[in-house]
């Protein structure tokens, strides 16, 4: 069976309805993971198990949750905030919202944020034809200072630290989430503390 015009080496997950606007029946997509091209993660997305890019847990991340975004220290550790390296991917879902079926691997820490807190900052990040939503910088340092008890006070001063050391820090910015996420007090210490 010719695959080579439908499953691209360069792209790790494929949706169902993806594989199917390429022309793709579910006979052919079950074949398709019986001869091992594919491999099924769940209802909507099929693995690419002849990609070969580079791979990431975010990846997965947006598979087993396709609302979620990637936050706190998985975030500060892409934006080279972190030294930290995290046992689990964070992801911020909205608080009512449901995922069927977490995988053994990547981990997934799953946290629910408020909708005002959830649509803040979000922003896609494309790899190639492999995408993934994770919060802006910003937003980022934000939601740590937040949750600084549940991310750690030592890993919370670093990520400041490596933030405040950027040439392309936008303090502004930083400030305006920290006031709409009910943290500018705490920051405005942390702030006069290390500047």
Request: hydrophobic share 35%.
């Amino acid at each position: 069976m010719k695959t080579d015009y439908v499953i691209y080496n360069d792209q790790m997950m494929y949706t169902m309805e993806s594989l199917k606007e390429n022309g793709l029946s579910n006979y052919k997509i079950n074949q398709l993971v019986k001869m091992g091209v594919l491999s099924k993660l769940n209802n909507r997305f099929y693995e690419n198990m002849n990609y070969e890019g580079e791979i990431s847990d975010f990846y997965y991340a947006y598979a087993y949750a396709p609302d979620g975004v990637i936050c706190l220290l998985s975030a500060a550790v892409y934006y080279g905030l972190s030294s930290y390296r995290p046992d689990a991917v964070d992801i911020a879902l909205r608080r009512k919202a449901k995922v069927s079926k977490l995988p053994d691997w990547p981990e997934l820490q799953i946290h629910y944020f408020t909708d005002y807190r959830y649509e803040q900052g979000i922003q896609t990040v494309f790899e190639g034809k492999n995408c993934f939503k994770i919060y802006d910088i910003e937003k980022t340092v934000a939601d740590i200072v937040y949750y600084r008890e549940k991310v750690g006070i030592e890993e919370t001063k670093e990520i400041l630290i490596n933030y405040l050391n950027r040439r392309n820090r936008q303090l502004n910015r930083l400030i305006r989430y920290a006031e709409l996420l009910k943290c500018d007090e705490v920051l405005k210490n942390y702030l006069e503390v290390l500047v």
